[in-house]
Antibody
Framework: EVQLVQSGAEVKKPGATVKISCRLS????????THWVQQAPGKGLEWMGL????????VYTEKFRGRVTMTADTSTDIVYMELSSLRSEDTAMYYC???????????WGQGTLVTVSS | DIQMTQSPSSLSASVGDRVTITCRAS??????LAWFQQKPGKAPRALIY???RLQSGVPSKFSGSGSGTHFTLTISSLQPEDFATYYC?????????FGGGTRVEIK
């Protein structure tokens, strides 16, 4: 079965950049779109964007456009999400979610906590 | 963007109760609807995909139905481990979106 394993918690200062990874195992990496979702403390879930590992194409939501970069490394089956110009409001859990291109079950990573604090 | 509206936002139920949660999409999404469970401090656990298909390892007390704009998640007999927040998620378009969640609490 597909497993998504994310990198560990991060603590960053305002203005810094964080880069989180999400490694897919158990199936063919390029057969999935990988999305990133933000969950601020006590809040619901907000879609940030997605990357297609097959060709590197990305779609970002307007809220994060200009600050977020999603990339995929097909040699290691890892997707990365980089968020720059961090501010306190970016303190949140970040999840990767993989959706198969041709239908089927979807899978969540375990989450990565990013804390932005001076 | 597609808006997902869940109801109720919270409910109280007893062990053994049958519970139904509703999710409505602002436009037709075929059967591109997933449900997941989230407990405090934990990652979401996928339960249902394609509106009615159980994810591997999910017990059959969970079931999903619906298509188009109206979907339901039913828990046939609530158990202590089922008290959590449940979310729906549409993935009919690239821009996936989520319902606001339904918190299931012990009566």
């Amino acid at each position: 079965e597909v497993q998504l394993v994310q990198s560990g918690a991060e603590v960053k200062k305002p203005g810094a950049t964080v880069k989180i990874s999400c490694r897919l195992s158990g199936d063919t990496f390029i057969d999935f779109y990988t999305h990133w979702v933000q969950q601020a403390p006590g809040k619901g879930l907000e879609w940030m964007g997605l990357v297609d590992p097959e060709d590197g194409e990305t779609v970002y939501t307007e809220k994060f456009r200009g600050r977020v970069t999603m990339t995929a490394d097909t040699s290691t089956d890892i997707v990365y999400m980089e968020l720059s110009s961090l501010r306190s409001e970016d303190t949140a859990m970040y999840y990767c979610v993989s959706l198969p291109k041709r239908g089927g079950a979807l899978f969540w990573g375990q989450g990565t906590l990013v804390t932005v604090s001076s | 963007d597609i808006q997902m509206t869940q109801s109720p936002s919270s409910l109280s139920a007893s062990v053994g109760d049958r519970v139904t949660i509703t999710c409505r999409a602002s436009q037709r999404i075929s059967n591109s609807l997933a449900w997941f469970q989230q407990k405090p401090g934990k990652a979401p656990r996928a339960l249902i995909y394609s509106a009615s298909r159980l994810q591997s390892g999910v017990p059959s007390k969970f079931s999903g139905s619906g298509s188009g704009t109206h979907f339901t998640l039913t828990i046939s007999s609530l158990q202590p481990e089922d008290f959590a927040t449940y979310y729906c998620q549409q993935y009919d378009t690239y821009r996936i979106s989520f319902g606001g969640g339904t918190r299931v609490e012990i009566k």
